[in-house]
């Protein structure tokens, strides 16, 4: 079962993903990021691309898409808060954006 991240465990997962443009989210226990592409179909074609991986992990972000900017949420709400689900899905958002 997954659990939140403890608050040790938090700050050794979390601050990777800071450095690399990650956000707490104000008054949320989850992160955020904006990722821009160069058009609409960037943009698009990379959101299939993590929804493959969402689906594989039955883990789906919270997210919207204007043109070529998707902007995402990762929080577990299974267990209210941020979970090391989240963690694996920035760090493979990040990578899938390459």
Do not use: Q
Not at 28 to 49: E, H, Q, Y
């Amino acid at each position: 079962m997954t659990e939140k991240l403890s608050t040790e465990t938090r700050k050794t997962l979390l601050a990777p993903l800071t450095d690399n443009g990650w956000e707490l989210v104000e008054g949320r226990d989850a992160i955020r990021k904006t990722f821009k592409f160069g058009d609409f179909a960037d943009a698009f074609g990379w959101m299939t691309r993590v929804a493959f991986w969402a689906e594989k992990w039955n883990h789906h972000p919270e997210w919207d898409n204007i043109y070529n900017t998707v902007n995402v949420v990762l929080t577990t709400h299974d267990v209210d808060g941020l979970s090391t689900l989240d963690v694996k899905l920035a760090r493979k958002l990040d990578s899938l954006a390459g």
